[in-house]
């Protein structure tokens, strides 16, 4: 149950947000977008190129340089 | 007249929706004072007519851009007698946030539970009964694609607007805040405000920067002297005011809604596996892309826009006989047949070659693979300095870079918005093809292919080397964060592409109706002007303003008055030039006759310079107004203009004078 970034879980994999380390505005958009702290979401996508998560079944993309300041518990 | 709002999530099918109840009865503007698009319908119910108003597309009725706050105000202040809420059944949680908004304003509210079809596949259960009556609103289930649910949502919406219902949510935000709201309202309650004390005390402690930036403006009220018991966490506050919102959301869904313990891997997610691929995501969306320009030409350029060029010399003849049959004096006859048929008519020409380019981006819009597009494009896009959302900007204004241009609202941030719109102009639009095409079958007619794909791709290159140079230099800073939903791919529907097309073209049209047309009559009276000298002659005043700048061409390769007159007349508008060509060389328009004189008039080498030079010189007149209006800036749209006139005639002139020294000339 460690913290880490988005960036460093693989495709399919599971997690809970912890915590979103980026501005105000970016992090309420996130919020606003439904990944506000404590929701599961599932990694669809990561290698190249922005991060994908699914919320749901509903994907969301998410910049790398973005990605790395949301930090979750696998 | 009563007016009903509809608002929604992007991607919720809320264009399906608006295209299904409107039909045909669609009008497009733009919203005062911003650069927003107001689209505007009418429908009749019951023998009455009532406007309906598509607000764009927004997940929060925030301030984050220009189009959730157009959205908010127009609910706020425009009155709309009811709001329909289109929310997506797939992704109800997020999809409500904003019917929360919508309540808390005290607005009227239907929600259309759009795209249920979808939902039931997905295996989410949603009990509509109880949604509805937890929320307080009616829902209508709808399938806006396949046109289900329109009339009883309609009837529904016109129930609602005659009853006098007074609903507005109180959310509960926890003790502290609750408290706070109340004290902010107390305060404001001494004032006279635009919009309701409780909603304006939310936004407070969302810390709105649009309401405090007014409550200031107008009443001179801060937010520190707004905020008592909880002024130390203010951050904490702006995350926890929407934590609460989606709190009270859960209440409402964990009775109504049923998720699937799984997400069941639907066919998007399939095809998502290889469009997004790793290592097939960039040939994949090479292919696509080639496919929609082959086939741009093909039909578009080929196929239709010879039989419409066909037609316009028909109608030019016409006319000149019904003329020559009234004993018309001979200026009229020019005036009629070179300066409107023909004006209109290389106009005309490439309109087959925009409506296939603007079907074909609305089949990929549609169908969500542009999102994907984006996606695919943000890390080399990044790499430059720019956002994945550029791209899509970009590729438009390979049609006509006026939409090219206004396509650049949907990036949020100042720097990139303001880069992908300096560079946009050098996306080769639909009007320059016809010049490359006289000077390929004068010069290249077994290679034009080739020339044409080195052109657009020199095009491409020239606007993405100047945008990492502004992002060093004039537009210093970080691009915003990349965050893009990417909806399920759906079959597009051919009302939603016809519309898309037909709001590009029309756009189009108007504007070479008036625009385009305005400029070729004052050109024509330039080239006839001071009277008795020969038309389109060196004497002419068009003849003399070329003289006296075709020596800045000369190491270009083609410092003749000519060629001046055309890349001059050519800043008015791009189709322009190719008509001015045909008059001051050989006296007609186009054809063979034009070819020809082109053949004497430059060498390949010239050709290949002077091509170079239209690709990227200054953009019309028309893409300035539409840079001015963006930019909102005078400074800028010159910016525009001179810099990328010093560019062209730097690689113009690098192109030739390298040419001539290996020998090519």
């Known amino acids: 149950m460690e913290t880490i970034t988005l960036t460093k879980l693989n495709s399919g994999k599971k997690c809970r947000i912890k915590k979103i380390n980026a501005g ?24 190249i190129g922005p991060v994908i998560v699914s ?11 973005l990605a790395e300041k949301i930090y979750v518990v696998s | 007249m009563n007016t009903i709002a509809l608002v929604g999530n992007p991607n919720s099918g809320k264009t399906t929706l608006f295209n299904a109840l409107t039909g045909s009865n669609q009008r497009v503007g733009n919203w005062p004072g911003v650069t927003v698009e107001k689209k505007e319908g009418s429908i009749k119910f019951k023998d009455k007519q009532y406007t309906i108003i598509d607000l764009p597309g927004a997940y929060s009725l925030g301030s984050f851009s220009e189009d959730e706050v157009v959205a908010r105000d127009f609910i706020l202040k425009g009155n709309p007698d009811v709001v329909i809420n289109v929310v997506d059944a797939t992704n109800i949680e997020r999809n409500l946030y904003l019917t929360i908004q919508l309540l808390e304003m005290g607005a ?24 509805s009556q937890k929320l307080g609103v009616p829902i209508v289930p709808t399938i806006a694609s396949k046109r289900k649910g329109i009339e009883e949502l309609v009837s529904k919406a016109i129930e609602l607007m005659e009853k006098d219902v007074d609903y507005k949510a109180h959310i509960s935000y926890g003790e502290s805040i609750d408290k706070e709201i109340e004290n902010i309202k107390k305060v404001l309650s001494s004032f006279d405000l635009d919009y309701p004390a409780d909603w304006i005390a939310v936004k407070v402690l969302e810390g709105d920067p649009y309401v405090l930036s007014k409550l200031e403006k107008d009443y001179n009220l801060s937010k520190s002297t707004l905020l008592k018991d909880l002024a130390e966490k203010e951050e904490d506050l702006e995350l926890e005011v929407i934590d609460k919102r989606y709190e009270y959301i859960n209440n409402i869904t964990r009775e109504a809604v049923k998720l699937p313990d799984e997400h069941i891997e639907t066919l998007s997610d399939k095809i998502d596996k290889v469009i997004t691929h790793k290592f097939l995501a960039l040939p994949i969306f090479g292919l696509i892309m080639f496919i929609v320009f082959q086939l741009t030409f093909a039909i578009g350029e080929d196929f239709l826009g010879g039989y419409i060029g066909g037609l316009i010399e028909i109608l030019g003849s016409g006319i000149e006989n019904i003329l020559i049959s009234f004993n018309a004096p001979d200026w009229l006859i020019s005036f009629f047949t070179e300066g409107i048929v023909g004006g209109i008519g290389t106009v005309l020409e490439f309109v087959p070659l925009i409506v296939v380019l603007y079907m074909l981006m609305g089949i990929l819009e549609d169908s969500g693979y542009m999102a994907r597009a984006a996606y695919i494009m943000d890390n080399i896009m990044r790499a430059l300095g720019l956002h994945g959302k550029s791209f899509i900007s970009m590729i438009i204004g390979f049609g006509c870079n006026v939409p090219g241009v206004m396509s650049t609202r949907t990036l949020e941030n100042k720097k990139d918005r303001m ?8 996306m080769s639009c639909g009007a320059r093809i016809q010049i490359y095409l006289v000077f390929i079958s004068a010069f290249f007619p077994d290679s034009g292919g080739l020339v044409l794909f080195s052109l657009y791709f020199l095009g491409i290159l020239v606007a993405l080397i100047m945008a990492k140079i502004f992002s060093k230099t004039l537009f210093k800073g970080e691009s915003s964060y990349f965050i893009m939903e990417l909806p399920p791919y759906r079959m597009p529907t051919i009302r939603n592409v016809l519309r898309n097309m037909w709001d590009n073209v029309s756009e189009f049209l108007v504007r070479a109706g008036t625009v385009i047309f305005f400029v070729v009559s004052i050109l024509w009276v330039l080239a006839m002007l001071p009277v008795g000298v020969e038309a389109y002659s060196q004497e002419s005043i068009l003849g003399k303003i070329g003289t006296l700048i075709a020596p800045i061409f000369v190491p270009a390769g083609y410092g003749t008055w000519q060629a001046a007159v055309g890349l001059f007349s050519g800043i008015a508008a791009k189709e322009a030039v190719v008509a001015i060509l045909g008059m001051v060389y050989a006296g007609v328009e186009e054809g063979s006759a034009l070819v020809n004189a082109i053949q004497s008039a430059f060498t390949p080498l010239s050709a290949v310079s002077f091509m170079v030079m239209t690709l990227l010189y200054t953009p019309c007149a028309a893409t300035l107004g539409a840079i001015k209006k963006e930019t909102g800036s005078l400074k800028w749209t010159a910016f525009s203009a001179l810099y990328s006139f010093a560019i062209a005639w730097l690689v113009s002139v690098l192109v030739y004078q390298v040419g001539s020294a290996i020998g090519l000339g």
């Not at chain 1, 992090?27 to 669809?44: A, D, H, M, W």
């Not at chain 2, 880069?419 to 050098?426: C, M, R, Y």
Request: no cysteine; net charge positive.
């Open chain 1, 24 to 47: 105000m505005k970016a992090t309420k958009r996130l919020y606003e977008l439904g990944l506000n702290t404590g929701s599961k979401i599932e990694v669809v996508k990561n290698d």
């Open chain 1, 55 to 65: 919320i749901y079944g509903n994907k969301i993309a998410l910049g790398r340089g």
């Open chain 2, 108 to 131: 009227k509210v239907v929600v259309a539970l759009n795209m249920i079809d979808e939902a039931k596949a997905k295996k989410i259960e949603i009990d509509i009964n109880t949604l």
């Open chain 2, 419 to 426: 880069i992908s719109i300096l560079i946009n102009p050098f």
